[in-house]
């Protein structure tokens, strides 16, 4: 008689699934207020309506009008469908296309093989604490937040054939800007030197996550600092790899300021998104072949975009 009342007491208790059932969600959901939903509505469809008034529409309008000679010009109504002619001619018609093409991948293999493994080591050397981290670490960074058309700015006080620091330094009178054979060369060590700053940035916060124990396994089992790395944390930091990527691409893609304060994307300096802007808003006004000309950077982007959406909903599934 005298377990009873536990008995009674243990039946008394509710059950603790009932916190979380979908009678109890519905529930909190009656408790918002109609402000408060107002506020939720709002807060979900303005920037979808921003997303999907300022990419995406402008986006499948650019892919719409690469099939046209559209110049800019009169109505809408009055546009002639072309097809493929805007494709062909860039490729067999349009000279600058190829040499924007090159140096496009020439951008893609200097920040992927030089400056993106140089900001890597720069990330796993401020790891370790040294002294005076935090100010190289700010310094390393600070490129990144100025525009690639202030760099190049910057840069011209070092490659100016006339009073340039470079030139004094190496006693020549080379118009690094100028000259079609070596401007893409100081262009890339100008792009490089931004793109150094932000790869360094995220691999220092990978490095940051990394559980410390990993390292500590891999000392005990003899493995050198080296070994270590390659073996233990990189593979870890799988997730900033493909975003160090990702960005990796879309930057070599995107790259337009630095080129166009030079000399507008020409004379050895052409790279696709020039190309596009000469198009499009120059003299030529030829809108439906400068969206052709987009179109190309828009697909090669999304297959590395959709690449990196695919593995981060793979690692949340996990």
Do not use: C
Request: charged share 15%; no cysteine.
């Amino acid at each position: 008689m005298s377990d009873l009342p536990l008995v009674q007491a243990d039946h008394a208790v509710p059950a603790p699934a009932a916190t979380t059932s979908p009678g109890g969600r519905r529930r909190r959901l009656r408790l918002l207020s109609r402000t408060d939903r107002v506020v939720i509505t709002l807060m979900v469809l303005i920037p979808l309506l921003l997303v999907v008034g300022l990419v995406w529409l402008p986006a499948l309008a650019t892919v719409l009008l690469s099939g046209t000679n559209w110049d800019g010009i009169g109505p809408l109504g009055e546009i002639d469908w072309v097809g493929w002619q805007n494709y062909d001619d860039m490729v067999h018609i349009y000279p600058p296309f190829v040499p924007a093409i090159q140096n496009n991948l020439l951008w893609l293999a200097a920040l992927f093989v030089v400056a993106t493994p140089f900001g890597m080591f720069l990330a796993v050397l401020l790891d370790k604490e040294l002294r005076g981290s935090r100010f190289y670490q700010t310094a390393l960074y600070l490129p990144v937040v100025l525009s690639l058309a202030l760099i190049g700015f910057i840069w011209q006080l070092i490659y100016s054939r006339d009073q340039g620091l470079l030139n004094a330094v190496l006693g020549s009178q080379v118009d690094w800007y100028g000259d079609p054979h070596v401007n893409i060369w100081a262009v890339l060590v100008a792009a490089g030197w931004r793109h150094v700053g932000y790869i360094m940035l995220l691999y220092l916060a990978g490095l940051k996550g990394v559980d410390p124990s990993l390292r500590e396994a891999a000392a005990v089992d003899g493995s050198s600092e080296t070994s270590t790395f390659f073996r233990v944390v990189f593979p870890v930091m799988r997730p900033i790899n493909i975003i160090v990527l990702v960005v990796t691409v879309i930057e070599s893609l995107r790259a337009f300021d630095l080129v166009w304060v030079i000399n507008k994307g020409r004379n050895g300096l052409e790279l696709l998104s020039a190309l596009v802007t000469a198009n499009v808003v120059g003299e030529a006004s030829r809108i439906g072949f400068g969206s052709a000309l987009a179109t190309i950077m828009l697909v090669v982007s999304l297959v590395f975009i959709t690449v990196y959406l695919a593995t981060v909903m793979r690692e949340g599934r996990r």
